[in-house]
C-alpha cells in the first residue's frame, strides 16, 4: 500500500504564508491522484477544504488554495487567521483506494 | 440539505464484530457518488476505511480488506459497516461521508460516533 507523507507539524504567524504538502512513496502526485484536503478540529467532523487538486467548496474560505507543486500536492493558506489552527490531512486515490496523509499539525502564532 | 447520522453500539467485545450504519436523508443514497467510511483512533490520524457505490461496487483498505464489509440498503437509505476480529487498536471514532467526486468531493460528512473495543 502507499505510503502519503506530509509535514508532522508546521508553525505559521497570523496573517502569514504557509504551504503544507502531501508527497506519495509511488512517485510524483499528479492530478490523477484526486487529492484531497482536509481541516480537523478536535471533536469536529472532518471539513473538505479541497478537492479535485483545486476545487474549493461553497464553506472554503478564499484563503485556503489547492495545486501541484512540484512531485506533490500542496495546500497554501495566505493570510493565516486564529482559527486556521487545526490538523490538516491529504488523501490520495490509487488504483481501487485512497490513502490519507498522516497529518500536519498547524499553529498559528 | 443531506445528513449523514452513524449509529451502533458505542462498546465492542474484542474478537468480535463492530457494525455500523449510516443513515442518510435529504438526499438517496442511489446517486452519483460513492459512501465511505473513515475512521481516527484516539491521538492517530484519519485512516480511510473503504467505501460503496450504489450498485454495490466497493473499494477497501487493503490493511483492512480481510476484515471489512461495507453494504447498502436502497430500500431503507442506508450502508453500512462491518468490522470482524476487532481488537483495542480498532477503538476510534467512526465517520461515514458522502464522496461527490471530481463533481463535489467529501461534501457531507456525519458527526461521528465512538466505538470502543474492550471487555
Known amino acids: 500500500q502507499a505510503v502519503v507523507t506530509q509535514e508532522p507539524s508546521l508553525t505559521v504567524s497570523p496573517g502569514g504564508t504557509v504551504t503544507l504538502t502531501c508527497g506519495s512513496s509511488?512517485?510524483?502526485?499528479?492530478?490523477?491522484?484526486?487529492p484531497y484536503w482536509f481541516q480537523k478540529k478536535p471533536g469536529q467532523a472532518p471539513r473538505t477544504l479541497i478537492y479535485?487538486?483545486?476545487n474549493k467548496h461553497s464553506w472554503t474560505p478564499a484563503r485556503f488554495s489547492g495545486s501541484l507543486l512540484g512531485a506533490k500536492a500542496a495546500l497554501t493558506l495566505s493570510g493565516a487567521q486564529p482559527e486556521d489552527e487545526a490538523e490538516y490531512y491529504c488523501?490520495?486515490?490509487?488504483?481501487?483506494?485512497?490513502?490519507f496523509g498522516g497529518g500536519t499539525k498547524l499553529t498559528v502564532l | 440539505q443531506v445528513q449523514l447520522r452513524e449509529s451502533g453500539p458505542g462498546l465492542v467485545n474484542p474478537s468480535g464484530t463492530l457494525s455500523l450504519t449510516c443513515a442518510v436523508s435529504?438526499?438517496?443514497?442511489?446517486?452519483?457518488?460513492?459512501w465511505t467510511w473513515v475512521r481516527q483512533s484516539p491521538g492517530k490520524g484519519l485512516e480511510w476505511m473503504g467505501e460503496?457505490?450504489?450498485?454495490?461496487?466497493?473499494n477497501y483498505n487493503p490493511s483492512l480488506k480481510s476484515r471489512v464489509t461495507i453494504s447498502i440498503d436502497k430500500s431503507k437509505n442506508q450502508f453500512s459497516l462491518r468490522l470482524n476480529s476487532v481488537t483495542a487498536a480498532d477503538t476510534a471514532v467512526f465517520y461515514c461521508?458522502?464522496?461527490?467526486?471530481?463533481?463535489?468531493?467529501?461534501?457531507?460528512w456525519g458527526q461521528g460516533t465512538l466505538v470502543t473495543v474492550s471487555s
Open positions: 461521508a458522502r464522496d461527490g467526486g471530481y463533481v463535489s468531493g467529501f461534501d457531507y
Open positions: 435529504g438526499g438517496s443514497i442511489i446517486s452519483s457518488n460513492y
Open positions: 460503496i457505490y450504489h450498485t454495490g461496487s466497493t
Open positions: 509511488t512517485g510524483t502526485v499528479t492530478s490523477g491522484h484526486s
Open positions: 479535485d487538486t483545486s
Open positions: 488523501l490520495l486515490s490509487y488504483t481501487g483506494a485512497r490513502v
